[in-house]
T-cell receptor
Framework: AQKITQTQPGMFVQEKEAVTLDCTYDTSDPSYGLFWYKQPSSGEMIFLIYQGSYDQQNATEGRYSLNFQKARKSANLVISASQLGDSAMYFCAMREGNFGNEKLTFGTGTRLTIIP | DAMVIQNPRYQVTQFGKPVTLSCSQTLNHNVMYWYQQKSSQAPKLLFHYYDKDFNNEADTPDNFQSRRPNTSFCFLDIRSPGLGDAAMYLC?????????????FGPGTRLLVL
């Protein structure tokens, strides 16, 4: 079974609109972390935002926020006021494992295209 | 700025000719990772070092080896590259014990095998 599922292979969004990228996860570990990364065409994976499984509040970083719904096992990324530079591949990832052996599992990604 | 650096950014090698990719970091993180990412796919973890302890993924081919001579540097050696090894290779680091233990990635090395 997929540990991280991103159901939107591609999305087109008008500039300045908000966009939500979906991510669901599956784990039996009570302690885990959820991450979103942006990968432009240059290839670098850029860290955007992190949510810990015990965090009570949804994480926010500037225009990025993470809509964490623990019971539903979802961790959607919300980008407010989208910009042309937001066009990229976006990966959701989950960290599991014990001390010294943590691993990230990535979803298949969503390619976001911002339309002027 | 503290960062993760990968050299070279692009590497062309011949089928069967050994190649080494390098990664360095100024973050002083104790964990370093190597990922392989093929076109339109998610990154796949090959192995990681926790300090000097090497952790290999079960499905990483023996053709892939790694060295970490010190905290700052980590190398990926491909002993006999095949056409299927053409990919982006991403190095990442994390600080064990830091909140989130976020992995920070370098810009990657694109490997082409002729």
């Amino acid at each position: 079974a997929q540990k991280i599922t991103q159901t939107q292979p591609g999305m087109f969004v008008q500039e300045k609109e908000a966009v939500t990228l979906d991510c669901t996860y599956d784990t039996s570990d009570p302690s885990y972390g959820l991450f979103w990364y942006k990968q432009p065409s240059s290839g670098e994976m850029i860290f955007l935002i992190y949510q810990g499984s015990y965090d009570q509040q949804n994480a926010t970083e500037g225009r990025y926020s993470l809509n964490f719904q623990k019971a539903r096992k979802s961790a959607n990324l919300v980008i407010s006021a989208s910009q042309l530079g937001d066009s990229a591949m976006y990966f959701c990832a989950m960290r599991e494992g014990n001390f010294g052996n943590e691993k990230l599992t990535f979803g298949t990604g969503t390619r976001l295209t911002i339309i002027p | 700025d503290a960062m993760v650096i990968q050299n070279p950014r692009y590497q062309v090698t011949q089928f069967g000719k050994p190649v080494t990719l390098s990664c360095s970091q100024t973050l002083n993180h104790n964990v370093m990772y190597w990922y392989q990412q093929k076109s339109s796919q998610a990154p796949k973890l090959l192995f990681h070092y926790y300090d000097k302890d090497f952790n290999n993924e079960a499905d990483t081919p023996d053709n892939f080896q790694s060295r970490r001579p010190n905290t700052s540097f980590c190398f990926l050696d491909i002993r006999s590259p095949g056409l299927g090894d053409a990919a982006m290779y991403l190095c990442a680091t994390s600080d064990q014990g830091a909140p989130g233990e976020t992995q920070y990635f370098g810009p990657g090395t694109r490997l082409l095998v002729l």
